[in-house]
Nanobody, 120 residues
Framework: QVQLVESGGGLVQAGGSLRLSCAASGRTFDSYRMGWFRRAPGKEREFVAA????????SYTPSVKGRFTISRDNAKNTVYLQMDSLKAEDTAVYYCAGTGRAAVDPYRYWGQGTQVTVSS
């Protein structure tokens, strides 16, 4: 099992920045990839960004590419999401998630979420 705890959410003005953190504990080697997802009010949960623990291979949804940066610190078992040039439409609850051990495994570990609110 892998436990995930997010932090770093808050209220920020449009154009501002926030950095989210996701601390992983437990059997972290059981997770191949870590991702960030978000759920805006009245919308479905959507993928934001992901990174592999080994090699640091990243991927982003097009709407955040160039504004958000995902990174990881293997020594601290922590994944970060640096969010710059924030827009009102980035307002959502952000969730950290981890896949199973294989590259094709789905996301099975989830954090409790952290609220990000961007005021326009």
């Amino acid at each position: 099992q892998v436990q995930l705890v997010e932090s770093g959410g808050g209220l920020v003005q449009a154009g501002g920045s926030l950095r989210l953190s996701c601390a992983a504990s437990g059997r972290t080697f059981d997770s191949y990839r870590m991702g960030w997802f978000r759920r805006a009010p009245g919308k479905e949960r959507e993928f934001v960004a992901a990174i592999t623990w080994s090699g640091g291979i990243t991927s982003y949804t097009p709407s955040v590419k160039g504004r958000f940066t995902i990174s990881r610190d293997n020594a601290k078992n922590t994944v970060y999401l640096q969010m710059d040039s924030l827009k009102a439409e980035d307002t959502a609850v952000y969730y950290c998630a981890g896949t199973g051990r294989a590259a094709v495994d789905p996301y099975r570990y989830w954090g409790q979420g952290t609220q990000v609110t961007v005021s326009s």
